[in-house]
């Protein structure tokens, strides 16, 4: 038995932890039901043992794993997890706020598109080789039919090839077994479309150097992506995808920057408007196609952030509020707001718009840097000051006391990139991610993938996963208030957010009983 003084501060320590943790994004309920409680112990001990069992021995070509690991090297031992498999997996997780419509949709999927599409071609300057083939970045794109080379085309590897181009189903097939035939061609053209971990963590391993080999895979794919027939399929497969992994709800950013999009002759460029028109039609079309399967709770709906890149002039800027402006008018119901988007470092200062930003719903990327008063970092001042309605990564915020109490005051909420943040240098891992910090604040919070194509972390499970094994604290139910938070802070009106929520709060039940009824 502890002696009186002992005892009066073990009691003294637990009020400290407890005032301490009252501050935390989980702690705003206090009527957790008997399931989620229990179904919150149920998780605890599997972490607990699968912190053991899983990460406390080697792996093959993962030698000294840990929770929270560099995510392109776990991604192998975490799918082989219970706790992934069983239960993150398998939650219901709200809305994704924050991702890329030009990043949404699986590498190996698309890769699959281009190859079923006659009028999706691919050249490279020269043939390729053993020497040539990590260097050089194929063009792929669809071509008009006038425009398509003789039946007997030689294939890229070829050494009678000039660089003109080739169907990209008949260089698969004709690639050259000594670079491994059509498994090597898709080997090749999917490093292309994503960051592998030699990128990360050899070749590009600075923030700097990362967004090099991120932005060459946006030229490698947007090509293929901007085309109509495949841009529609691509959409649904988007949707399909996010449903499957248990999200109802996208906020998914649009790129205006390019003005056109290319019509199924591969040679029209029709109008930006027309791929509004597509996101509108596709999103119907799927809300009917759950609704028919009587899954209606599933999918609420998406809505598109407009965005334009940092580089623009503030006159392109004024054009380009003008045309979301405009597009708002016309749909209503599928513009969300309007952001900057690009590589903060070394981009334009969001202060350089302010003469320009007035009277739009502004949802800002601010502070995804590791600077500590660069002009990145001061984004995080001018996006709250321009009244973003939310924060895009937000990284910075944990060095600025006066912008949490903001942001915790005026409920801007921040999506959180979790691997996003660690594939593009800006973390080591998970552990030494600034997250608790934000959360501890009693900010609010909805986690993300951002560009989940190029880092292969599809859906929220992966991101979700990350955050609850990095942290002895958080558990499920931080995660459920995290998709809470989702439809809280999204862009609906009113009475779909209350739709959306009793729809999840209906899903998130049947989960947890599911959870507390397993044995850990």
Request: charged residues 25%; proline residues 6%.
């Given at each position: 038995?502890?002696?009186?003084?002992?005892?009066?501060?073990?009691q003294?320590?637990d009020?400290?932890?407890?005032?301490?943790?009252?501050?935390?994004?989980?702690?705003?309920?206090?009527?957790?039901?008997?399931?989620?409680?229990?179904?919150?112990?149920?998780?605890?001990?599997?972490?607990?043992?699968?912190?053991?069992?899983?990460?406390?021995?080697?792996?093959?070509?993962?030698?000294?794993?840990?929770?929270?690991?560099?995510?392109?090297?776990?991604?192998?031992?975490?799918?082989?997890?219970?706790?992934?498999?069983?239960?993150?997996?398998?939650?219901?997780?709200?809305?994704?706020?924050?991702?890329?419509?030009?990043?949404?949709?699986?590498?190996?999927?698309?890769?699959?598109?281009?190859?079923?599409?006659?009028?999706?071609?691919?050249?490279?300057?020269?043939?390729?080789?053993?020497?040539?083939?990590?260097?050089?970045?194929?063009?792929i794109?669809?071509?008009?039919?006038?425009?398509?080379?003789?039946?007997?085309?030689?294939?890229?590897?070829?050494?009678?090839?000039?660089?003109?181009?080739?169907?990209?189903?008949?260089?698969?097939?004709?690639?050259?077994?000594?670079?491994?035939?059509?498994?090597?061609?898709?080997?090749?053209?999917?490093?292309?479309?994503?960051?592998?971990?030699?990128?990360?963590?050899?070749?590009?391993?600075?923030?700097?150097?990362?967004?090099?080999?991120?932005?060459?895979?946006?030229?490698?794919?947007?090509?293929?992506?901007?085309?109509?027939?495949?841009?529609?399929?691509?959409?649904?497969?988007?949707?399909r995808?996010?449903?499957?992994?248990?999200?109802?709800?996208?906020?998914?950013?649009?790129?205006?920057?390019?003005?056109?999009?290319?019509?199924e002759?591969a040679?029209?460029?029709?109008?930006?408007?027309?791929?509004?028109?597509?996101?509108?039609?596709?999103?119907?079309?799927?809300?009917?196609?759950?609704?028919?399967?009587?899954?209606?709770?599933?999918?609420?709906?998406?809505?598109?952030?407009?965005?334009?890149l940092?580089?623009?002039?503030?006159?392109?800027?004024?054009?380009?509020?003008?045309?979301?402006?405009?597009?708002?008018?016309?749909?209503?119901?599928?513009?969300?707001?309007?952001?900057?988007?690009?590589?903060?470092?070394g981009?334009?200062?969001?202060?350089?718009?302010?003469?320009?930003?007035?009277?739009?719903?502004?949802?800002?990327?601010?502070?995804?840097?590791?600077?500590?008063?660069?002009?990145?970092?001061?984004?995080?001042?001018?996006?709250?000051?321009?009244?973003?309605?939310?924060?895009?990564?937000?990284?910075?915020?944990?060095?600025?006391?006066?912008?949490?109490?903001?942001?915790?005051?005026?409920?801007?909420?921040?999506?959180?990139?979790?691997?996003?943040?660690?594939?593009?240098?800006?973390?080591?891992?998970?552990?030494?991610?600034?997250?608790?910090?934000?959360?501890?604040?009693g900010?609010?919070v909805v986690?993300?993938?951002?560009?989940?194509?190029?880092?292969?972390?599809?859906?929220?499970?992966?991101?979700?996963?990350?955050?609850?094994?990095?942290?002895?604290?958080?558990?499920?139910?931080?995660?459920?208030?995290?998709?809470?938070?989702?439809?809280?802070?999204?862009?609906?009106?009113?009475?779909?957010?209350?739709?959306?929520?009793?729809?999840?709060?209906?899903?998130?039940?049947?989960f947890?009983?599911?959870?507390?009824?397993?044995?850990?």
């Open positions: 038995m502890p002696s009186p003084m002992l005892a009066d501060y073990l003294r320590r009020e400290l932890i407890a005032e301490d943790r009252a501050l935390r994004i989980d702690h705003v309920r206090a009527n957790y039901s008997v399931a989620e409680l229990k179904a919150d112990e149920v998780v605890r001990t599997i972490r607990a043992k699968e912190e053991v069992s899983v990460w406390a021995v080697d792996h093959e070509n993962v030698p000294h794993p840990y929770p929270g690991m560099e995510f392109l090297h776990a991604k192998e031992i975490i799918v082989k997890t219970d706790l992934y498999s069983k239960i993150v997996s398998k939650m219901p997780k709200g809305g994704l706020l924050h991702l890329h419509q030009n990043a949404s949709v699986e590498a190996r999927t698309l890769l699959d598109l281009a190859l079923g599409h006659p009028a999706i071609h691919i050249c490279v300057p020269s043939p390729l080789d053993a020497a040539s083939l990590e260097a050089v970045l194929p063009k794109q669809p071509i008009p039919v006038e425009q398509y080379p003789a039946a007997d085309a030689i294939g890229i590897t070829d050494l009678l090839y000039t660089g003109g181009w080739v169907p990209i189903k008949k260089a698969r097939e004709l690639f050259d077994p000594a670079l491994g035939g059509p498994a090597g061609f898709d080997k090749w053209v999917l490093s292309a479309f994503v960051i592998n971990p030699s990128d990360a963590f050899k070749t590009y391993n600075t923030p700097i150097k990362i967004w090099l080999k991120f932005g060459s895979t946006f030229a490698v794919t947007d090509p293929i992506i901007r085309f109509v027939p495949i841009q529609k399929e691509y959409l649904r497969m988007c949707i995808s996010s449903i499957d992994d248990g999200i109802s709800y996208i906020e998914i950013r649009t790129s205006f920057f390019n003005k056109y999009i290319l019509a002759d040679k029209t460029k029709l109008e930006i408007r027309e791929l509004l028109l597509i996101i509108q039609e596709v999103t119907n079309e799927m809300k009917a196609e759950m609704k028919a399967k009587g899954r209606e709770d599933d999918f609420a709906g998406l809505k598109i952030i407009y965005n334009t940092r580089i623009i002039s503030p006159e392109e800027l004024e054009a380009e509020l003008d045309q979301c402006s405009r597009f708002k008018q016309e749909f209503p119901d599928l513009i969300a707001g309007f952001d900057l988007v690009g590589h903060e470092d981009a334009e200062a969001t202060s350089a718009f302010r003469g320009a930003a007035s009277g739009h719903p502004f949802i800002f990327h601010a502070g995804e840097t590791l600077g500590d008063g660069t002009a990145a970092d001061m984004n995080l001042y001018d996006a709250i000051l321009l009244g973003t309605k939310r924060i895009g990564h937000g990284l910075s915020l944990a060095k600025h006391p006066k912008l949490m109490q903001i942001c915790r005051e005026k409920k801007i909420a921040i999506e959180v990139c979790p691997i996003s943040n660690e594939v593009l240098r800006l973390t080591s891992s998970m552990p030494m991610h600034p997250l608790p910090i934000i959360m501890n604040q900010i609010p986690l993300s993938s951002d560009d989940p194509a190029m880092f292969n972390n599809m859906g929220l499970s992966f991101d979700f996963f990350q955050v609850l094994v990095a942290s002895e604290v958080t558990g499920l139910l931080t995660l459920g208030q995290m998709a809470r938070d989702s439809i809280t802070y999204s862009m609906l009106d009113e009475r779909s957010k209350r739709m959306a929520m009793d729809a999840w709060e209906r899903r998130w039940t049947k947890v009983e599911e959870v507390a009824a397993m044995s850990p």
